[in-house]
Structure formats: structure tokens, C-alpha cells
């Protein structure tokens, strides 16, 4: 086979495994430290880079388990959130074995992160996927500029997916975010994303009352009000967009309704 | 090299909802039939835009986690894949052979009664006659939805092993809970035809049949309800058979 037919995903699985064996300390990827080992490579969370106490595990089969759930058992919908549990340390025996490992804890990352390296990396613009989408959510074409850019700083910026989005609202248009110094790029808005996406195109279709806030606006308000009386946070699963504590949705609302709700009142 | 792509729906809130997916591609695997299985999500990750991507096998076998033809095996996973048809062949030199959903396939109705033999082992079901019911969801908007559970209804029927097979749904006629009410059977063994547990096999329909458990004795009847046919072993040879049947198409 000549090198041009070569999978991207061999070449990727073999880049990665020379750029981490070219480290002695090992190498991080996303909340992960990566390590060549004696008979291997050694996995464990980035946080947990000095200890001994950490469960030993072993085969790509572990690391699905360890990305499926974060500590407290919630389910993670998006593999790069920084929520990866911890401690943990994981031997895989060869190369393979770490590809696979990988495509779980972060899957297609490594793919992505190779292409990236060799500046093939295609990307894909919010217009294009929302445009894509039928269903429930053929309405995310209809989302604004503005409110492309507003979810994808509410959902996408470090604290909340390590991944760096390399796709802008459309080719002639970047994202106005922080996209992070993570390893791994983002090529595409995501399943997560575009769910978001088609939350906030039914915020954007609300009136607004005398005092410029939407009914959802009120709504969330009160709740928030309600929930920090009571001493905490109504409970909302990562992808529960519909709900007043969700993060991604607060993280929309710290953005888009606190400047309005600190502006001094006209005359 | 050949692989075998598994395709699931995903879940942006629960977990159960990709467990299965994962479990029949372990079995796969083990069994060494393909030099790489791989799954994807429509709601989780990988997703379908990129699996492809991360497979090295030239040879590719991509086998839909669902139940019945409908919105996604015909539109969203075509599109999602960028597949042309039964068969396409990729600019990066990879083949890629899709095949239609499981519940159409005639494997199926050996899953289902594997997971009520299951269900009702060590259980005593002499005296009273003994009724299957094949629960599906329904919906009016799409006729396959129900349509496979008749098929899968009638070729166990066909098979003579229950008294009565009778089929029931959660949104449409003939309704779940009036089909269970009025059978006349001594045990009643209720099988969800679903590909993963999930809000309806796990929240709502024990609740709208009154269940206390595996097995709920009333005076009439023993109903005994469990996992949905989706999460049962079995599933994994359904996939497999699926796959291998594509590869007939290669010729």
C-alpha cells in the first residue's frame, strides 16, 4: 500500500504513538497524561500525574468505562468535557490497543489531531451542519449570527469542552470565543452543539415585555431565585438545555441577560 | 480488512441508551469475525460524520441499532455517513455496505423469545393458558414502527410455542395496557420490542401496567416483564447475521 492510500487512521495511531514516545515525561491530551511504558503505554487523569494510589486497570475496554460516567455517575454526553474521572491508571499493550483506548476517552480525537498536524483537516461551518439537520431540529438554521456566536462561547469555551473549534459561523465568519490551547480541534459543531443551538433559536423566537425580558427569562429568574434561597441549584443533566440549571444555558444567560439586567434604567 | 460499524441512537441524558451499543460490539469483537468493530452515535460520540474516519479497514459493514425502518435507517444515517445506497465507495478508497434495520430480519423473533425464555425461567407457567405480548412504541406518523412488531408477532405465532401471541403499543391502537387487561391467559409474559432501556421500558410502562417487579401475580393473571429485547446477548448474533448477510451483496 503507498503512503497516500495509507488509512489516516493507521498514520494517525502510529503519529500519535511516535509523539508520545518522544517525551519522557509523557505527553497531555485533553485531561489526559500519556505515557510510554516499559511494555506499552500508560494512561491516568493529567491531575493525577504524581500518585501511586490509583486503581490499576488495564485493555481499551476500561477506558469506555472510565468515559462513560463522570465520578458521580452521570452520564457524559460529550467525551471532552472536563469532568473525566479520576483515579485510575490504565496499561494498554501496543499501539492499537492505545488508538482504541483513545477513541473512547476522546473518540475521533486522534484522527482529528493528526489531520490537524498535516493541515488536512476538513472543517465544517455552523451554516452547513445546521443547514444539514431535519426534525426537530431543522429549526437551527433559522438561529442568528449572534446567536451562533453567543451558544458558542455558552457551550464550547474551555470551562465547559476542551476542544478547539476550528469552525466559525460560516467560512467568512470565526467565532468570536476563546478556543483554548487544548490538543484536540474541533472540525464540526457537534450533536451536543446543535442541540443547544435549537434551544437558543427558541429563545431568540420570544417577545419581550415592558421590561425587555423574555417569558423563559422570567421564568429562569424565578427559578434561580427560588433555588439560591433554598440553598442550591435546581439539579439539570449536561444535555437538559430545557432546564434553568443547566451550566450551558446558565453560561447563555450570564452573557446574553446579565448586561441587560445591569444597564441603568432610563428615565 | 474488514470492519463492522455499529450504529446507535444515543442519548444526550442517559447512559442506557448506548450501553447496548457497546456491549454487542465487545461481543463482536471477541469473537475475532472483524478486524475492528467500531460504534457510533447519532447523539453521542463518535458521531457518524466521523467513524468512518477512525476505521482503517477497507471493507466496511455498518449495521443500524434499530428496531424498524423509518426516519432514521432511511435519512439521518444515510446522510450522516454520507452513503449513496446499499453499497458506496468512498473517495478514501474504503467500501462501505449498509444494511437495513434488525427488527425486519428473521433472526429477530429468536432474540425475543430467547429474552422471554429468560425472563421466564424458574418460573412455573403450567396451569392457565400462556400469552406473549410484543410491546412496541407506535406512532401513526410511520407504519413500519408497528408494522415489524405484526411481522415479528405473526412468524412467533407461526412457531406454536405460546398460547397467544398478541402485539401492543404505547401510542397507538390497540393499547398496551387494554391488550394486557383483556388476554385470556394465565401468564401474560410482555416483552418490549426497543433496542435500549430508556424513560418508557423503565418509568412508564411498568407504571401504566401496575407492575411490582419482574413478575406482578394478580388474580387473573402472572405478568412477567422484563429488559427490552435490544439488551438481550442474542442481539449481538442478530448483528453479526445482519452483517454477514450484506457481505452476499459483495458477490
Known amino acids: 500500500m503507498s503512503g497516500a492510500d495509507r488509512p489516516v487512521a493507521a498514520a494517525a495511531r502510529e503519529a500519535f504513538a511516535e509523539w508520545v514516545a518522544a517525551s519522557r515525561e509523557g505527553r497531555r491530551f485533553g485531561q489526559l497524561l500519556v505515557r510510554r511504558a516499559e511494555d506499552g503505554y500508560e494512561l491516568r487523569h493529567l491531575a493525577d500525574a504524581g500518585r501511586e494510589d490509583l486503581r490499576p486497570l488495564a485493555g481499551p475496554a476500561a477506558a469506555r468505562e472510565i468515559a462513560r460516567t463522570t465520578e458521580g455517575g452521570e452520564h457524559r454526553p460529550l467525551k471532552t468535557s472536563p469532568n473525566l474521572r479520576r483515579g485510575w491508571t490504565l496499561r494498554v499493550e501496543d499501539e492499537r490497543e492505545l488508538a482504541a483506548a483513545l477513541n473512547y476517552l476522546y473518540p475521533a480525537a486522534l484522527v482529528h489531531w493528526h489531520l490537524e498536524r498535516a493541515g488536512r483537516l476538513p472543517v465544517t461551518h455552523y451554516r452547513e451542519t445546521a443547514g444539514r439537520q431535519s426534525g426537530i431540529y431543522e429549526i437551527v438554521r433559522n438561529l442568528s449570527d449572534e446567536g451562533v456566536q453567543a451558544a458558542a462561547r455558552a457551550h464550547c469555551e474551555d470551562e465547559v469542552c476542551l476542544k478547539r473549534p476550528l469552525w466559525g459561523v460560516d467560512a467568512g465568519t470565526p467565532l468570536k470565543m476563546e478556543p483554548g490551547e487544548g490538543e484536540i480541534p474541533c472540525p464540526e459543531p457537534c450533536s451536543l452543539f446543535i442541540s443547544f443551538a435549537r434551544q437558543i433559536t427558541l429563545f431568540e423566537r420570544e417577545g419581550r415585555d415592558a421590561s425587555g425580558l423574555t417569558a423563559s427569562e422570567r421564568r429562569d429568574l424565578a427559578a434561580l431565585v427560588e433555588a439560591a434561597a433554598a440553598g442550591e441549584l435546581p439539579p439539570a443533566r449536561e444535555g437538559e438545555f430545557s432546564l434553568p440549571g443547566n451550566r450551558r444555558r446558565l453560561r447563555y444567560r450570564a452573557l446574553t441577560l446579565v448586561p441587560r439586567l445591569r444597564e441603568p434604567l432610563a428615565d | ?251
Not at chain 2, 64 to 84: D, H, N, W
Not at chain 2, 142 to 167: K, M, P, T
Open chain 2, 1 to 251: 480488512m474488514k470492519a463492522l460499524v455499529i450504529v446507535g441512537h444515543g442519548s444526550h441524558l442517559n447512559a442506557d441508551s448506548s450501553l447496548p451499543v457497546y456491549e454487542h460490539a465487545e461481543r463482536i469483537r471477541a469473537s475475532g469475525e472483524y478486524d475492528e468493530v467500531a460504534e457510533c452515535f447519532w447523539k453521542e460520540e463518535p458521531s457518524m460524520r466521523h467513524v468512518l474516519d477512525t476505521v482503517e479497514a477497507g471493507e466496511v459493514y455498518v449495521v443500524p441499532a434499530f428496531i424498524s425502518e423509518g426516519y432514521f435507517t432511511q435519512q439521518v444515517i444515510p446522510r450522516e455517513l454520507g452513503l449513496e445506497g446499499e453499497v458506496t465507495h468512498r473517495p478514501d478508497g474504503k467500501t462501505v455496505y449498509y444494511a437495513g434495520p434488525l427488527g425486519t430480519f428473521e433472526l429477530m423473533a429468536d432474540v425475543i423469545l430467547e429474552r422471554a425464555a429468560d425472563l421466564t425461567a424458574g418460573h412455573d407457567l403450567s396451569g392457565g393458558r400462556r400469552a406473549l405480548v410484543l410491546l412496541g412504541h407506535g406512532t401513526d406518523r410511520n407504519q413500519n414502527s408497528s408494522g415489524v412488531i405484526y411481522l415479528n408477532a405473526g412468524r412467533i405465532r407461526e412457531r406454536g410455542v405460546y398460547d397467544l401471541v398478541e402485539v401492543g403499543f404505547l401510542d397507538q391502537e390497540p393499547e398496551i395496557v387494554d391488550v394486557v387487561e383483556n388476554i385470556p391467559a394465565g401468564h401474560v409474559v410482555v416483552i418490549p420490542v426497543f433496542v435500549a432501556e430508556g424513560w418508557h421500558t423503565k418509568e412508564t410502562i411498568p407504571e401504566d401496567l401496575e407492575l411490582t417487579g419482574e413478575v406482578t401475580r394478580r388474580p387473573d393473571k402472572t405478568i412477567y416483564y422484563g429488559a427490552p429485547v435490544g439488551t438481550h446477548p442474542a442481539m449481538a448474533d442478530l448483528i453479526a447475521a445482519r452483517a454477514r448477510e450484506l457481505a452476499l451483496v459483495r458477490g
